[in-house]
């Protein structure tokens, strides 16, 4: 064995820890970046249009990339593959939805339940609730309660939880093909979602969706927003215990606002600034305490 290749084992194997944690912190800014880009759509082709375009592409670049037909699956393995794409589907469907009447800020924190409620179910130690407890403190400083008053729309927010369970059951059904490649689960899975999704954008949006302007932004936010971090997040999934993954999803709502200020020209309060070290400092713990630790992996969960 050479010099080069000893050396490069050494650094594989310090780096390998990380890497999954790596996978899914790009996962989370690279969405951040397209759901800011697809917002840009919502007057154009609506909220369900956006979510056929995401999808829709998304679906195509996947497909192409992966090719998950060349090899063959048993029928437990295509039910299984069907209900991680419905899941995946529902659950971006339900959120754009929920965007048309609930804050954003809100509709994010009620969707963030799904994957709290993963973390909170596989918790077996009082540290991993305390890291769960500053990640609700962070969660709750991001909700603009004095800018929305008491009353929210009742259809958006079962929108917004809908997508939370949804959520929920893409962790947990990911897990259950952590031993599939990665990239022709998700492509699979994607295309299953498209074939869901992409009708109803169709119906709501009708010729909108044929303007070649909107095309183009549509592609972008696909790669951006969907077929990037979601083939990440499979990728960290192998890897992740789903105490910890369910946990450091957490940042996206402070990756949402950063990529506010940077892309929207949001400025951030004094209490989001807060919020977000908060959420920081409770997903930075839990990855700390998981490289210590021998937890199950996602596909060790009971069923949802």
Known sequence: MTMTQESGERSGGVF????????????????AI???IGKSLFPHVGAAGTVAYRVGFSALFLLAIWRPWRRRYSAAEW???????????????????SLRTVPLG??????????LGVALWSTRRPRDLAWLALTLVGLALLLPIEETGSRLDPAGMAFAASAGVFWALYIVLGGKLAHQHAGHSIA?????????????????????LLDPRFIATGMVVAAVSSAIPYSLEMVALKHIPARVFGTLTSVEP???AVAGFLFLHELLSPRQGIAIVCVILASAGTAMTARREADPVLNELPPA
Do not use: D, Q
Request: charged share 5%; hydrophobic share 65%.
């Open 16 to 31: 390998a820890p990380i890497k999954p944690f790596g996978a899914l912190l790009a996962a989370m800014v690279t969405l």
């Open 34 to 36: 397209g759901t800011s």
């Open 79 to 97: 039910r299984l593959f069907a209900a991680f794409g419905a899941s995946l589907g529902l659950m971006n469907l339900c959120f754009y939805l």
């Open 106 to 115: 809100i509709a994010i924190a009620t969707e963030f339940m799904g994957p």
């Open 188 to 208: 699979i899975a994607m295309g299953v979602a498209a074939v869901i999704v992409v009708p109803v954008g169709v119906f709501s949006a009708n010729a909108a």
């Open 254 to 256: 402070a990756m949402g």
